[in-house]
């Protein structure tokens, strides 16, 4: 058995004659000093807090654990632009400044190469020929990368001055590169939750709102569209129909007849419901703005475009897209959005990748989109791929019996946000029907609102509503949007191309008393012979005999309005036009 001698700095192993020296005081020291350090940053990384706090308090570590002068971590983006910048005992915009003096070279050698860096003399580095900032005493430079899954995703970077610290450079790597491999770790995992945490609301989302829709949704109609005239009944039931089937539709009608909730109705009655839905309208955008909003941009595609965009195309793909006042779009727009509808691909503002998608299109229009084809103003081969199934909404004038339905609505929707209890009296819902809303619904719901906001009592009556006090606007508007139909041959007026015959608008009831009202047994032709004679006597006798139905029905107009054989709508005229006002008992 060999013998091997023992004493201070030997060490003996069973089996070996292998002699190791004892460490040094100073390397278990230093030793010592990473393993606190790396005890310590380990705990701040894996604390629940926002990512910049976390290396904050890990930079500040270091400036405790390595006698640094300087020192920051720096994270970056796909595209190399740095997304948070922190330093030792600085302020967020203090290191972001500090970083972008650095010489650019020395950190893109870092992030490119993915290896550590080291410069023993700032001074004597070709890397640091423009730096100022490297003081009398020689200082050195150390930095590290970090690194992702497939990239580098960011750098932690010190100076200090050579010869100050016990740990030697290459320490320093070493120390940096385990505490680097910490700081992308932890990067990589709140990035990895954000994500997740982003899709968990938007499922949630998705689902809320599918839970709450197929709550209001009814087998027989559509909950969120109020009507019950046979011409509102024949628009649902087209829509329905016309759901099912992937094919463009283009809403056509009046301002304020409701296209927007027809839209989402075609969506949420189609097979592409749990996709995305999309809107936009194209009328309140300049041809540029429209552009990048339905065909998103590059990053540096123009000024103020700052990072990668995706446009609602982009965002609507799989699902619908809906392009309120489509006639409002330039002709040098027009040929664009017909290649997007055409081939179904598109590249963004700025692009050169050309992107596919998957959308279907539901457009709307309050303008004479055949009429604008005739006259060039736009495009015939636009027009037929957006208008495969054109669908018109009747405006609220050709749907008279609906109108007490929407205002008890309304007045129910304003009396639960302002927590009130008004209701419509009889004569209230009269005067609304005899009203043509040239506003169609939209003007309806600001009526209500407006009338119920001043109404002196819980019960609205005609006297509370804005005509009653010759204060609205409703019949001049009326008069003038038919004058102006008439004049530019608006658009229920003009023919569909083709074969098909135009919608022609109802004729409004006329404010002139059928003549059988007030003949008390004469014949027309005497009446007429005698008012042509003398117009205003005929005018005297017509009032007298309003009056005197009045006074029989006690006042009540609906009553008087039978006795005379008129419907509620044509004795509301009468009264407005003789100026007969309703006495209340």
Known sequence: MSSVCTGKGADVSNNSDVFRPEPSPQSISRAHSALTG??????????????????????????????????????????????????????????????????????????????????????????FTDWSESGTEPR?????????????IGTIMIERCVGHSPHTLDEDVRFLSMVANLVGQAAALQALVARDRERIMTEHYRLEKELEQRADVKQEGISWIIGESSAI????????????CNLPVLLCGESGTGKELFARAIHEFSPRKSQPYIRLNC??????????????????????????RKGRFETADEGTLFLDEIGEISPAFQAKLLRVLQEGEFERVGGSHTI??????????????????????????????????????????ERPEDVGLLAREFLRRFNKEHGVSLTLSQRAENVLSAC???????????????????????????????CSNDSCLSMVLGKGMDDGRKQKKGYFELPI???????????????????????????????????????????????????????????????????????????????????????RF
Request: net charge neutral; glycine share 6%; proline share 4%.
């Open 283 to 308: 009328a309140a955008l300049s041809e540029t703005v429209l552009e990048s909003e339905l065909f998103g941009h590059e990053r540096g595609a123009f000024t103020g475009a700052v990072g990668l």
């Open 140 to 152: 050195a430079f150390v930095g590290v990368p970090i690194k992702g899954e497939s990239r580098t």
């Open 233 to 244: 009944r024949e628009v649902i039931a087209k829509v329905q129909q016309v759901a099912r």
């Open 436 to 466: 043509d809303f040239p506003g169609n619904v939209r003007e309806l719901e600001s009526c209500i609102r407006r009338t119920a906001a001043l109404a002196k009592s819980s019960i609205i009556v005609a006297e509370d509503f804005a």
């Open 38 to 127: 790396m005890y310590e940053i380990s705990k701040a990384l894996t604390r629940p807090a926002r990512l910049e706090m976390a290396l904050s308090t890990v930079i500040n570590l270091l400036g405790s654990f390595m006698e640094m002068n300087d020192g920051l971590i720096a994270l970056l983006d796909e595209q190399g632009e740095t997304t948070t910048v922190v330093g030792a005992g600085w302020s967020e915009a203090t290191a972001k400044e500090y970083f972008e003096r650095l010489p650019e070279q020395a950190v893109g050698q870092i992030v490119v190469s993915g290896m550590p860096l080291i410069v023993r003399n700032i001074a004597e580095s070709p890397l």
């Open 497 to 583: 191309l083709g074969s098909q015959p135009a919608r022609v608008t109802r004729q409004r009831e006329s404010a002139e008393l059928p003549r059988s009202a007030f003949n008390n047994g004469k014949s027309s032709r005497q009446t007429e012979t005698a008012d042509s004679q003398d117009p205003i006597a005929g005018d005297s006798i017509e009032r007298k005999r309003l009056v005197e139905a009045m006074e029989q029905a006690g006042w009540v107009q609906a009553k008087a309005a039978r006795l005379l054989g008129l419907s509620s709508r044509q004795m509301g005229y009468a009264l407005r036009k003789f100026s007969i006002e309703i006495k």
């Open 356 to 397: 596919k998608v998957d959308v279907r299109l539901v457009a709307a229009t309050n303008q004479n989109l055949e009429a604008a084809v005739l006259s060039g103003k736009f495009r015939s081969d636009l027009y037929y791929r957006i208008s495969v199934v054109p669908i018109f909404l009747p405006p609220l004038r």
